[in-house]
């Protein structure tokens, strides 16, 4: 992703009846994601319409009411929303200030045709946890340099999707495995600057993405995107120290540019990449 990001288009209109329209879309380089989709509307109401996609829906400000299947939705802020694709539904503002919303749309590599039934069924979910995981995949899909991040996370949340739509199915819990949790640590390693998409690691190892991640997390306290932003950044600190700049730094241990190191730099150290080249570093 480019910026924020070379595709991205946005759209802020007024009519003269006061309706206040802005929308933000784009398309990032994370499997699975065919668009992302923020819009604050406060009186527009769209028509009955399909998508060939997945709608993984929240709203942040206000709520929407929508027909699915000809019967009547709402999305109040604890809920997660997935309308499958080729139903038709509509939508329209069911505060007084209309709502802001934040939307994906998922490919069937993600989520299968066999689940549209019990969306159709169920389409709003009650889920807190779910809801958080949804928020922060937005966040990192905002911020270019961090794909594995939101792939991991997508894969969190297509997993718990599934699980909700199909309860008899349920799930054992974590299951520990310490050997492939090694092995994708091994290939993390090996790949600390150039990096990898979970899929293409889920490949190597080999085993399912949702699994991979959690049998990582489960072994080691952290998760895949984690222990690599952490691994760059030990890196960096090394180089900063032996004094080269935070831009040459940013290009050789892999991060997408000055501001992404800066941001991961200042999580894990407390201070800016600037900051730590000149203090002395006595640490």
Same mark, same amino acid.
């Given at each position: 992703?480019?910026?924020?990001?070379?595709?991205?288009?946005?759209?802020?209109?007024?009519?003269?009846?006061?309706?206040?329209?802005?929308?933000?879309?784009?398309?990032?380089?994370?499997?699975?994601?065919?668009?992302?989709?923020?819009?604050?509307?406060?009186?527009?109401?769209?028509?009955?319409?399909?998508?060939?996609?997945?709608?993984?829906?929240?709203?942040?400000?206000?709520?929407?009411?929508?027909?699915?299947?000809?019967?009547?939705?709402?999305?109040?802020?604890?809920?997660?929303?997935?309308?499958?694709?080729?139903?038709?539904?509509?939508?329209?503002?069911?505060?007084?200030?209309?709502?802001?919303?934040?939307?994906?749309?998922?490919?069937?590599?993600?989520?299968?045709?066999?689940?549209?039934?019990?969306?159709?069924?169920?389409?709003?979910?009650?889920?807190?946890?779910?809801?958080?995981?949804?928020?922060?995949?937005?966040?990192?899909?905002?911020?270019?340099?961090?794909?594995?991040? *939101?792939?991991?996370?997508?894969?969190?949340?297509?997993?718990?999707?599934?699980?909700?739509?199909?309860?008899?199915?349920?799930?054992?819990?974590?299951?520990?495995?310490?050997?492939?949790?090694?092995?994708?640590?091994?290939?993390?390693?090996?790949?600390?600057?150039?990096?990898?998409?979970?899929?293409?690691? *889920?490949?190597?190892?080999?085993?399912?993405?949702?699994?991979?991640?959690?049998?990582?997390?489960?072994?080691?306290?952290?998760?895949?995107?984690?222990?690599?932003?952490?691994?760059?950044?030990?890196?960096?600190?090394?180089?900063?120290?032996?004094?080269?700049?935070?831009?040459?730094?940013?290009?050789?241990?892999?991060?997408?540019?000055?501001?992404?190191?800066?941001?991961?730099?200042?999580?894990?150290?407390?201070?800016?990449?600037?900051?730590?080249?000149?203090?002395?570093?006595?640490?």
């Amino acid at each position: 992703m480019a910026g924020q990001h070379s595709d991205e288009r946005k759209d802020r209109r007024k009519d003269p009846r006061g309706d206040r329209r802005s929308v933000s879309a784009w398309r990032p380089r994370v499997p699975g994601v065919v668009e992302v989709f923020h819009a604050h509307y406060t009186e527009y109401a769209y028509p009955m319409h399909v998508h060939d996609a997945w709608t993984l829906l929240i709203v942040d400000d206000g709520a929407v009411r929508y027909d699915l299947d000809r019967h009547e939705h709402g999305t109040p802020h604890d809920t997660v929303s997935l309308l499958p694709p080729h139903v038709p539904h509509n939508g329209s503002p069911a505060t007084p200030d209309g709502f802001r919303k934040r939307v994906l749309y998922l490919d069937a590599s993600r989520l299968g045709d066999e689940l549209i039934g019990a969306a159709v069924d169920a389409p709003d979910v009650r889920d807190p946890v779910l809801r958080r995981r949804v928020g922060q995949l937005h966040a990192a899909l905002a911020l270019p340099g961090d794909e594995l991040e *939101a792939e991991s996370r997508l894969t969190l949340i297509g997993d718990r999707l599934r699980t909700r739509l199909r309860p008899r199915e349920g799930t054992d819990g974590v299951r520990r495995d310490p050997v492939l949790a090694r092995r994708l640590r091994e290939l993390l390693d090996e790949r600390v600057v150039a990096g990898i998409a979970l899929e293409e690691a *889920a490949t190597l190892v080999p085993a399912h993405p949702a699994h991979l991640v959690r049998a990582f997390s489960g072994a080691y306290g952290i998760a895949p995107h984690q222990y690599l932003m952490s691994r760059r950044v030990d890196r960096a600190r090394r180089l900063l120290l032996a004094g080269r700049s935070p831009a040459d730094v940013a290009g050789v241990t892999g991060f997408y540019d000055q501001a992404h190191l800066t941001r991961h730099f200042k999580r894990l150290v407390g201070v800016t990449p600037g900051r730590y080249r000149t203090s002395g570093a006595r640490s």
